[in-house]
């Protein structure tokens, strides 16, 4: 089971988790939402959470109910993929500050390393997708930038 995090006041989805565990690590005010003082957590599939992980969905949500639109997979050039793997690093550093204490920080290491280890020119341009969608089909554990709170 997954969850998706929205606040109440703009209905703004504030992150996806994979776990409970996830969410209280990310969500320093997490019982807030338990309750739906400032916001509620709705379930979604493990399917669904692995495409919005990977970016062939998007999640909205429209006061009563969670929104998954499609994202086409679009063909990327080299400087497209690395410049993706530029911002990811950066928004992974930055967040692993606020977690370098607890599980979701050691999660957020592993990517950060796996990324600053990926060589690009590995791929067959133009690649069709997101180098997050490639690393997930190889089997390796990825964050989306819905993570990063």
């Known amino acids: 089971m997954a969850y998706v995090v929205v606040y109440h006041n703009n209905n703004s989805v504030y992150c996806v988790s994979e776990s409970v565990e996830q969410y209280k690590c990310?969500?320093?005010?997490?019982?807030?939402?338990?309750?739906?003082?400032?916001?509620?957590?709705?379930?979604?599939?493990?399917?669904?959470?692995?495409?919005?992980?990977?970016?062939?969905?998007?999640v909205s949500y429209d006061g009563n109910n969670i929104i998954l639109n499609d994202n086409p997979l679009l063909n990327k050039t080299k400087e497209q993929i690395d410049d993706e793997i530029k911002h990811l690093t950066e928004a992974l550093e930055y967040t692993y500050r606020k977690h370098r204490d607890n599980?979701?920080?050691?999660?957020?290491?592993?990517?950060?390393?796996?990324?600053?280890?990926?060589?690009?020119?590995?791929?067959?341009?133009?690649?069709?997708?997101?180098?997050?969608?490639?690393?997930?089909?190889?089997n390796n554990p990825v964050i989306c930038s819905l993570q990063l709170v």
Do not use: A, M, R
Not at 34 to 40: A, H, S
């Open 26 to 58: 990310q969500i320093t005010n997490y019982e807030l939402f338990e309750n739906q003082t400032i916001g509620k957590i709705i379930p979604i599939s493990d399917s669904d959470f692995n495409l919005i992980q990977t970016y062939q969905k998007s």
């Open 103 to 138: 599980n979701f920080g050691v999660q957020i290491n592993s990517f950060k390393d796996l990324l600053s280890n990926f060589d690009s020119s590995t791929l067959t341009y133009p690649h069709l997708g997101n180098v997050t969608k490639y690393l997930k089909d190889q």
